[in-house]
């Protein structure tokens, strides 16, 4: 077993997650301030909310004109993932002290995916925080140029970035469809979303289509297969022949 960073696979699975997804920062903090946030309440939102897909619902529902509580509301619901996550990670982790708190807060899909991909507990525990604090400092000092940038960019409008939230949302959502129960719930959300936008104020229909997705999860799939559904963004490990893969032990999302 590695007893340093250095050969640690946990740590550099980890530290590689960390990389490429602390540059999307860059993309957000520039949405943000092209939302009509301005640079310190941008990075304010990456470090207190630090959840990726709640902050790409926030700064969507603001640029369309929504309401603050909209917007809390929408990200809210997407950051409800995170407490299941955090119940599976204390079971499997048991921080202690003032590490509940910190784990607690960088606990998002790739830190999940990254420690649950490991098999031996020490490492399990390396990749969880090499991933979770690695994308907590890149995502924020990240988000900080791309509000800078873009709030120099000027008018949205001039470069189309009024319609790239939207884009992005669906770039974080696309890859977690990995079944048809998913993919059904998908669709008949985008209905019941776009059934409600002439009727409602900006930000309500994603509430709505919350409703649509708890009811048919409880009425139309009680009785499916267990385990399918939205999974992690990442899955840094492939399961090996004979044992389950992590997503698969433990369903989220």
Known sequence: MPTDLRHSPGARVGLSIAVATGLYGLS???????SGLDVWQTS????????????????????????GAAAAGAAALLGIR?????????ALLHPRGWRRFAAAHVTIDESLATSTGQTVLLEQKRGFWVAGLGIFVLWN???????????????????????????????LLWPRLRSREAGAIAVACALAT??????????????????????????????????????PDLDP????????????AQATR
């Open 28 to 34: 957000f903090g520039a949405l943000a301030v092209s």
């Open 44 to 67: 304010a939102l990456s470090l207190l909310l630090f959840s990726g897909g709640s902050q790409f619902a926030f700064i969507g529902v603001i640029a369309g004109g929504g309401s």
């Open 82 to 90: 995170n407490g299941v996550y955090g119940m599976q990670l204390n």
């Open 141 to 171: 000092v990240f988000t900080l140029i791309g509000a800078l940038a873009g709030d120099a960019l000027g008018d949205p409008k001039q470069w189309g970035l009024d319609g790239a939230a939207v884009a992005a949302f669906l770039g």
């Open 194 to 231: 776009m059934l409600a936008v002439p009727f409602v104020p900006p930000g309500v229909p994603i509430l709505v289509a919350a409703v649509v997705a708890g009811a048919i999860g409880w009425f139309g799939f009680r009785h499916g297969p267990d385990g399918e559904g939205l999974e």
């Open 237 to 248: 490990y492939p399961a090996p022949q004979g044992r389950p893969g992590p997503t698969d």
